[in-house]
């Protein structure tokens, strides 16, 4: 148990999926892992552990924003084990090949800023996915039909963004979507020598302005899901 988990030992599998809203957590345990069972509740950041195919997973929210993933990363490598961590959560496209729906798998997270740059000083740390994780997910996505994007994404520390030139720049460079929570998710996992992985679907288009209606949301994010899962345990 640790200050915002409230999971005892042995309650968080070494495999954790964090998707950014707790309710979302719920959602993605009852509907993929087996006797999925509530870990923690901690101020409404839910957490469940089932199992997959057999597999102990855990599926926990890491709420929104690199400072309040960095808290929940933090505390499952260091204080319960956890040794991958993949990210499931939406993205806005920022590339005209990539289209709503479609899933982006971050091979890297360009960022202005994350919780973990005060330890680099003058080191511009490049935060990148567990190559294993990457080439799992892309396989598992291929295996579906699924034609994911795999390159760089922008972790941002703002929801309504007022630089307009900085999305020309991300764009121009070939960042295929903006969230905000990957570059420190692969940061704190470098740190510890854990694995993570950030699989996104693309929820809305900052070029065209296209956005996934609520309703439809759902039944597109399980594509991630599964592909989440898969990836973390292949064969």
């Not at 260091?78 to 496209?93: E, P, Q, V």
């Not at 511009?124 to 997910?137: E, I, K, M, Q, V």
């Not at 979507?177 to 809305?204: H, K, N, P």
Request: proline fraction near 5%; include cysteine.
């Amino acid at each position: 148990m640790t200050t915002h988990i409230g999971a005892n030992k042995g309650d968080i599998a070494e495999t954790v999926l964090m998707p950014g809203d707790p309710l979302r957590a719920k959602w993605a345990a009852e509907t993929f892992l087996e006797a999925p069972r509530l870990v923690n509740e901690v101020r409404g950041m839910l957490g469940y552990t089932g199992t997959y195919k057999g597999n102990p997973v855990t599926i926990h929210g890491s709420g929104m924003g690199m400072p309040s993933l960095s808290i929940y990363a933090n505390e499952l490598i260091r204080d319960f084990g956890a040794k991958s961590l993949i990210r499931i959560g939406s993205c806005g496209g920022m590339q005209p090949h990539v289209k709503i729906r479609d899933v982006i798998i971050a091979m890297s997270a360009t960022s202005l800023n994350t919780p973990s740059m005060g330890l680099f000083k003058e080191v511009n740390f490049a935060p990148t996915a567990d190559y294993s994780l990457l080439r799992a997910a892309v396989a598992a996505a291929e295996a579906m039909g699924a034609k994911p994007h795999v390159g760089g994404i922008y972790s941002s520390d703002v929801f309504y963004d007022e630089r307009p030139d900085l999305t020309e720049q991300m764009t121009r460079h070939g960042i295929l979507g903006v969230e905000m929570e990957a570059a420190e998710l692969y940061t704190v996992a470098a740190r510890f020598g854990a694995r993570a992985l950030a699989v996104l679907t693309v929820s809305d288009h900052l070029q065209t302005g296209e956005a996934l209606p609520s309703k439809d949301r759902e039944q597109s994010f399980g594509e991630m899901v599964e592909i989440a899962l898969k990836a973390a345990f292949p064969g």
